[in-house]
């Protein structure tokens, strides 16, 4: 099997086919924006770490993927000035913003780590989505095979993430409401325009 076949993420509309022609002429932006993007992910992690300290698992598992989150942020750092670019500013991120926007606040200390732990694993699988399509179609070779490595990580992490949930909150209830925020995921995909300076 190929590699590509391999990462079925569940998302429910993939990305506009103009976003990679306009990706690969904004190639300094992209990789600004994703520098952050990693950034945000660890400090995510770490942000559930310190919420949820009791729960082991939990800790393990996040700490594990923090590391890499960095590790990713002072790669893609490494890439921008490889090319002589700047790290530059970080960027209001719509999409991320659009989704904490569906996440549902209050209920039980465990129903709130689900919809963090489900936000986390939006992201993730939405990142690995883009991550394919730079592999697949950006002409920097270099460049394509760092993508096609981070794909294979994103997806590790997206499957983390759900499978925390599960360990928290009953399966069922877990799948259903994964199920309700990747069709909100698509509405706000559709409804944000196609830039190709963002990761997402």
């Keep these: 099997m190929e590699a590509k076949d391999k990462f079925t993420l569940g998302l429910e509309l993939p990305t506009d086919p103009r976003w990679i022609n306009i990706a690969e002429l904004h190639l300094e932006d992209i990789l600004v924006d994703h520098a952050y993007c990693e950034q945000k992910a660890a400090s995510s992690g770490i942000s559930l770490i310190i919420q949820y300290p009791e729960k082991d698992i939990l800790v393990e598992r996040l700490t594990a993927i923090v590391a890499e989150e960095w590790g990713h942020f002072e790669r893609v750092v490494a890439e921008l000035r490889k090319r002589g670019w700047k790290l530059g500013k970080q960027r209001k ?52 095979e760092f993508y096609h490595e981070l794909m294979i990580s994103e997806a590790g992490h997206y499957k983390n993430f759900l499978q925390l949930a599960k360990e928290y909150m009953p399966e069922d209830v877990v799948m259903n409401r994964w199920h309700e925020l990747l069709e909100q995921e698509a509405k706000i995909v559709e409804s944000l325009a196609v830039r190709g300076d963002r990761m997402h």
Excluded at 119 to 130: D, F, M, V, Y
């Design 93 to 144: 991120d719509e999409y991320v913003v659009k989704l904490n926007e569906v996440i549902q606040k209050g209920g039980s200390r465990e129903q709130q780590l689900m919809e963090k732990l489900l936000l986390n694993a939006l992201i993730e699988a939405r990142s690995c989505e883009r991550f394919k399509i730079l592999w697949k179609n950006i002409p920097d070779k270099e460049l394509a």
